[in-house]
């Protein structure tokens, strides 16, 4: 094979030649050409690519600059230097340094206090302890977690075209507090990615399985369901290898991998570990979609806790006063059994209406031929499919509301509406059947929620329902917009149902009647006879649909023996007693211990929740998809990793955990080269390989190999520990440099891959915010919670996407870091991309950094940066000085961490002045300017002096020193 190579490439036939001719490509050099012959000649040795063998710790090499070395980094940057014939630059002046770990660490630059106290600190450990802090700074936590959002695309939406709001918050805030905590890397790996397997999973482990479900998803109507569920599939498998083997193995969803050795087999067996998620192509929207648990927050938790101890001493105390009234509860139950008028309870938490037909009908109309008659309590009334009873207001539901319906019937038809607020179901009609339909349909018990043609639940039970006798029927729906959420219980016993259709995604609300008997269709009538009709706004507990399935009265259960009464009798008598009859201090304790309960009720449908991994089971087949097409599949195969690594344990199950294990396993070559060259990128701007994405044979070759092979090995050995590896690094002198470095430096190295000088480049875009806010006081640092939505230019999401307009928070939600802010995947905050953000809409581990006018302008024009340049101006006012060249000597400080030269001072002080002229003459042009925002104007400052300060400050934090780390 080699010598046939060597052949082609020396070949003089233009046709036969290597690289082809054909298309354009010269002959190699002689040069090349004697390099291949003397390799093939040489026996062609071939070894795997560097990427696929596992790093071992490399002897760290002598340096003549040993005076310099920190720690062994410096080594193996010295050494190439050396041989480049390259110096190292000098270190960094002090305020450089601290402003440069700040943002590092940080993602905020540092206050002039601390500055200056470690300018004047000259303990030979001042760095070490500045590092040392900012490594335990709350906000470290956020930083790292921007990067993390990235590679795992998290976002508040789902992508598309609907792009409806999901909610995965819950999940970055995991990631804050892994981060925080120093969560060990091989941990933070194996609960993200098989969370749910772990033996007896915390709430926390399972928020963490939500790293696979921030992918794109699609509730649109006319997809097909498989074909997507299939692409997010995919997705999970792409996330996975570029996060954690650098490694683009999504070549290989439709043919071989065309460099490296990845087969399309292989990357349906990797896809086989993720494709036993019970989940479906279409979503749910709003919001989010199975698998999904509530997540409290730690708050939330606490307080619950505090409910359920609250709840447990109510049920003790009531418990006491109930028993301390048995006399009372025998005296009430003999007087009703003698009571010759039937009396009557329903549970009144949530009761809306109720229908009994004995007299009133609540102002409800009757309609056609409706009949009283004998029901099963007391009166009711009788249909023969020609009359209903209507009333406008009642079940004005939507598909997130909890509701719950029940009746007696005693059907004479299979067929048959019993109770809807729907519309006529006309297949020529978008919106045929909205609304809510609860029916007999070929003896089946139906509820139907609809909104439009293919966007609705239909929920059956299994059983059909007899004819010409008594039944109580009732529906509940939870409001999670999928049929889950729905049950139907007959006589108090709730039965299998049927999902006959699962797809709820737009509102159902209708101004179509409520109906007693009927639908909106003329031949829906309901034949037979119907009785006690309730309507709740919530969902009732199985325990409550028993005692409304309970057909007997108050007066009727109190006449049979104690002994001889169902547990339903009991509970229907005893519950009516301490909500209604009992004495004072029995309906106190009652309502209290109900209170709590609806307390604590209330406060978990109002926690979050978050989108898990779980498995399917039975477990799904995979097969290879040949082409990668959804409908094509073709050879079946099994979980697998790839063959070119090394193979799972013998003992290991082939699951998904096994897979998360083997990430993380020191044998496996790539999880840890690549995740510290990430860690390497984000402080030096480029990684060890600069192709982040890519460790195969397509990918750069790493610039430092041994450097990047003892830095692995150092993480894995010091059991994958995040800040000991940062602070490994930014301890180095390599990481101390001048970014100025040396004057040849840059002509010879212009992309410093050498590493011959300090890192400097432009902030990332949520630090270009956040630095502008934290400048001008107005930076609220709370810590996790739901999104935030800050300024946006209007109109931008009616003119670009779909789904209503943006409104913007107000109050401290203004002044959030950026990391909070709501990421709508098909358009994100408009400043952060304009600072190249990603999009969020696939995984990201590199982001490029462009310079164009349009960040100037956003720096100049964006409402954030003025109002901030206004706030930061009265800071410079306030605090910096009596003169104005003290003043905006500070805000240059606070900016750069550096005084201004004097010439810098001269620009600035004339800069000032001008606009303080300005101003003067057009008082009003001040008041627009100081208008921008919600932050209220400092009283104490004059109008225009103000405004010509708020100018200067737009100029500090426009410079390029300032939204520059170097």
Request: proline share 5%; hydrophobic share 35%.
């Amino acid at each position: 094979m080699a010598r046939e190579a060597l052949r082609r490439v020396v070949s003089d036939d233009v046709s036969q030649r290597m690289p082809p001719a054909y298309l354009g490509h010269d002959k190699l050099a002689d040069g090349e050409i004697e390099i291949l012959r003397a390799w093939v000649e040489a026996g062609a040795p071939w070894s795997a690519h560097w990427a696929f063998v596992a790093p071992t710790r490399p002897s760290q090499p002598a340096v003549r600059w040993e005076h310099l070395v920190r720690n062994p980094i410096d080594r193996f940057v010295f050494e190439r230097l050396e041989k480049e014939g390259m110096s190292a630059a000098e270190e960094a002046d002090r305020r450089s340094l601290i402003r440069r770990l700040s943002l590092d660490l940080t993602g905020l630059p540092p206050e002039i206090k601390e500055v200056r106290s470690f300018v004047d600190d000259t303990s030979p450990n001042a760095y070490e302890r500045v590092v040392d802090r900012l490594l335990d700074s709350q906000r470290f936590g956020e930083r790292m977690a921007g990067r993390w959002l990235d590679a795992a695309r998290y976002a508040d939406t789902q992508g598309y075209q609907n792009d409806a709001p999901v909610e995965m918050w819950r999940w970055r805030d995991w990631v804050i507090d892994a981060f925080n905590s120093n969560k060990p890397f091989d941990e933070f790996t194996v609960e993200q990615i098989a969370g749910d397997m772990l033996p007896d999973p915390t709430l926390e482990q399972l928020i963490a399985t939500g790293f696979n479900r921030n992918h794109r998803t699609n509730s649109e109507l006319g997809i097909v369901d498989e074909e997507y569920r299939v692409e997010y599939v995919v997705d999970r498998v792409e996330t996975m290898s570029t996060v954690f083997l650098g490694l683009t193995v999504g070549c290989a969803r439709c043919h071989d991998h065309k460099y490296d050795p990845i087969s399309q087999k292989e990357f349906y067996q990797l896809y086989a570990y993720f494709n036993n998620v019970p989940e479906r192509g279409r979503v749910v929207r709003p919001f989010n979609s199975p698998p999904m648990i509530p997540a409290p927050t730690r708050e939330q938790v606490r307080r619950l806790k505090d409910l359920s101890d609250e709840i447990s001493l109510s049920e003790k105390q009531f418990l006491e006063t109930f028993d301390s009234a048995s006399h009372a509860f025998e005296k009430w139950e003999s007087r009703i059994a003698r009571s010759k008028k039937p009396l009557q309870w329903l549970p009144r938490d949530g009761l809306v209406a109720s229908f009994d037909f004995e007299s009133d009908l609540r102002g409800a109309s009757v309609s056609g031929q409706v009949v009283q008659s004998d029901g099963h309590v007391g009166r009711a009334i009788s249909l023969q499919g020609h009359g209903h009873i209507e009333e406008p207001e009642l079940l004005k539901y939507d598909y997130n509301d909890a509701f719950s319906v029940a009746a007696w019937i005693k059907p004479e038809s299979a067929d048959g509406v019993i109770l809807s607020r729907s519309e006529k179901f006309d297949t020529h009609e978008e919106n045929a059947g909205r609304g809510i339909t609860l029916a007999l349909e070929k003896g089946k018990l139906k509820l139907k929620l609809i909104s439009r043609i293919d966007d609705w639940i239909i929920v059956s039970s299994r059983a059909s329902l007899p004819l010409l006798r008594w039944m109580h029927v009732t529906a509940t729906y939870d409001g999670s917009l999928i049929a889950a959420g729905a049950k139907l219980y007959i006589d108090g016993r709730e039965v299998d149902t049927v999902a006959e259709l699962d797809y709820s995604n737009t509102d159902m609300k209708t101004k179509a009647p409520f109906r007693i008997g009927t639908g909106a269709d003329a031949d829906s009538g309901f034949v037979g006879s119907i009785d006690e009709i309730v309507v709740y706004d919530r969902e009732l507990k199985s325990e409550e649909a028993l005692t409304l399935a309970v057909a007997k009265n108050l007066s009727e259960i109190a006449q049979i023996r104690s002994g001889e009464r169902t547990e339903d009798q009991r509970n229907k008598l005893e519950w009516a007693f301490v909500d209604k009859y009992g004495p004072r201090e029995v309906r106190a304790s009652w309502a209290t211990l109900s209170r709590l309960k609806r307390v604590r009720d209330d406060l978990e449908s109002r926690v979050s929740s978050v989108m898990i991994m779980a498995e399917k089971d039975p477990p799904r087949d995979t097969f290879v998809l040949e082409r990668g097409a959804y409908d094509k599949p073709g050879e079946k195969v099994l979980p697998g990793v790839l063959s070119v690594l090394p193979s799972l344990p013998e003992s290991a199950a082939n699951d998904r955990l096994a897979l998360a294990r083997w990430l993380v396993d020191p044998a496996n070559p790539l999880t840890a080269r690549v995740t510290v060259n990430r860690f390497w990128q984000m402080l030096f701007g480029e990684g060890l390989v600069r192709t982040p994405e890519n460790l195969g044979t397509q990918g750069e070759r790493p610039t430092h190999p041994e450097l990047l092979d003892w830095l692995a090995v150092e993480f894995v050995e010091g059991g994958w520990d995040v800040k000991s590896l940062l602070k490994t690094i930014v301890m180095s002198a390599t990481y101390r440099q001048d970014s100025k470095g040396i004057d040849d430096a840059a002509s010879r190295d212009p992309e410093n891959k050498l590493f011959a000088r300090g890192p400097r480049f432009r902030l990332p875009a949520e630090a270009v915010r956040d630095q502008a806010l934290l400048l001008a006081g107005l930076l609220h640092e709370q810590s996790g919670g739901p999104s935030v939505k800050p300024y946006q230019p209007e109109g931008l999401w009616i003119d670009i996407a779909s789904g209503g307009g943006y409104i913007s928070d107000d109050g401290d939600d203004l002044y959030r870091r950026s990391l909070y802010t709501y990421w709508r995947r098909t358009i994100g905050p408009p400043s952060m991309l304009n600072f190249d953000s990603s999009t969020r809409e696939t995984c990201t581990v590199r982001t490029e950094r462009t310079n164009t006018p349009l960040q100037a302008l956003n720096l100049m024009n964006d409402v954030t940066f003025v109002e901030a340049s206004r706030k930061f101006a009265e800071r410079m006012y306030l605090e910096g000085g009596e003169t104005p060249r003290d003043r905006l000597a500070y805000g240059f400080e606070m900016a750069t961490s550096r005084p201004p030269s004097g010439q810098e001072s001269d620009i600035l002080e004339r800069a000032f002045a001008k606009q303080l002229e300005s101003f003067r003459e057009d008082p009003k042009a001040a008041a627009r300017l100081l208008a921008q925002g919600e932050s209220p104007v400092h009283t104490r400052v004059k109008r225009t002096e103000l405004a010509a300060y708020a100018m200067t400050a737009g100029l500090i934090l426009n410079l390029d020193e300032t939204v520059t780390k170097q």
